[in-house]
């Protein structure tokens, strides 16, 4: 009997050297480095050191990213020895549900896309606005505005100022056909855009401005010995006004993309438990 339980036991001891062969085996790929039971490979490095750069840089690219590797890997493993079960535990957990946040949020994101329009009517707009107008409040000063940027000393300036002041479709004309003569402009006073920017593009102006610039049908002429700015302000909305429409149309539409994303993914999911139910695939035992 203890020559049968021996020569089982030789048996059971060979297969199982035999299956450690066969799994190391099946893994040809080349160890770089080793830190206790964790490896890393040649294949892990390749994509660190691109084409152009020299054996040198790429010894330090190497080396550096060994010796960081190798210091993590020897900070978890005395982490894992010295932090309480219950600690690694709970970062187990977490790593486990980041990890199913990225399937699923993936999963959805991918399926959602599909059936998303980011195109909306105009009323669907307009209405969400005039039913959440509260919510959309000035963050900063707005205005609408045109400027000029010229020389000082160009021989034009009266007309320019004159074809600047009125704006009719003959001044903008006009003003177009001379705009070689001007450093800067901008003739699109349709659009609300911040005093920030405007601080920016007209350099003499600086919040202490502020007053002069929130005035509506303003117009500045800010002179130097060189340079000559005329602005004129069409209309204006100070911080904490009622943001206008066309101002709060972006970020109505990312609500209601937003709102719509929400819905899909809830109507997703639905379906999703329906179908496994139907299918025998999700059962609640009592």
């Known amino acids: 009997m203890k020559k049968v339980f021996k020569a089982i036991l030789i048996v059971l001891v060979a297969i199982l050297v035999i299956s450690c062969d066969l799994f190391k085996s099946q893994d040809n790929r080349k160890v770089i480095v080793r830190v206790n039971n964790s490896y890393l490979y040649e294949e892990d490095i390749k994509s660190l050191v691109g084409e152009g750069i020299s054996?040198?840089?790429?010894?330090?690219?190497?080396?550096?990213?060994?010796?960081?590797?190798?210091?993590?890997?020897?900070?978890?493993?005395?982490?894992?020895?010295?932090?309480?079960?219950?600690?690694?535990?709970?970062?187990?957990?977490?790593?486990?549900?980041?990890?199913?946040?990225?399937?699923?949020?993936?999963?959805?994101?991918?399926?959602?896309?599909?059936?998303?329009?980011?195109?909306?009517?105009?009323?669907?707009?307009?209405?969400?606005?005039?039913e959440h107008k509260e919510n959309f409040k000035l963050g900063q000063d707005l205005v609408k505005l045109?400027?000029?940027?010229?020389?000082?000393?160009?021989?034009?300036?009266?007309?320019?100022?004159?074809?600047f002041i009125r704006f009719n479709d003959k001044d903008k004309v006009k003003l177009q056909e001379n705009a070689l003569q001007f450093k800067n402009y901008s003739f699109n006073d349709s659009v609300w855009i911040k005093t920030t920017t405007v601080y920016e593009k007209v350099t003499p102006l600086s919040v202490g401005?502020?007053?002069?610039?929130?005035?509506?049908?303003?117009?500045?002429?800010?002179?130097?010995?060189?340079?000559?700015?005329?602005i004129y302000v069409n209309d204006a909305l100070k911080k904490n006004d009622q943001a206008p429409l066309e101002y709060a149309k972006p970020t109505v539409e990312q609500i209601l993309l937003n709102k719509q994303k929400l819905e899909l993914v809830k109507q997703l999911e639905k379906d999703i438990t329906k179908?496994?139910?139907?299918?025998?695939?999700?059962e609640i035992y009592n």
């Open 55 to 130: 054996a040198e840089d790429s010894a330090i690219i190497v080396n550096s990213y060994i010796n960081r590797w190798a210091t993590q890997q020897l900070l978890i493993d005395r982490a894992k020895l010295n932090l309480p079960e219950a600690r690694q535990k709970e970062f187990n957990e977490l790593v486990e549900n980041y990890k199913n946040e990225l399937y699923t949020n993936a999963y959805t994101e991918a399926i959602v896309s599909k059936e998303m329009d980011s195109v909306f009517a105009d009323t669907l707009i307009s209405n969400y606005y005039e």
């Open 275 to 282: 179908d496994a139910i139907k299918n025998n695939q999700f």
């Open 209 to 230: 401005d502020r007053a002069k610039l929130l005035q509506k049908d303003k117009y500045i002429e800010l002179k130097d010995s060189l340079e000559t700015y005329l």
């Open 146 to 163: 045109r400027y000029i940027n010229l020389e000082a000393n160009n021989t034009n300036f009266d007309k320019i100022k004159d074809w």
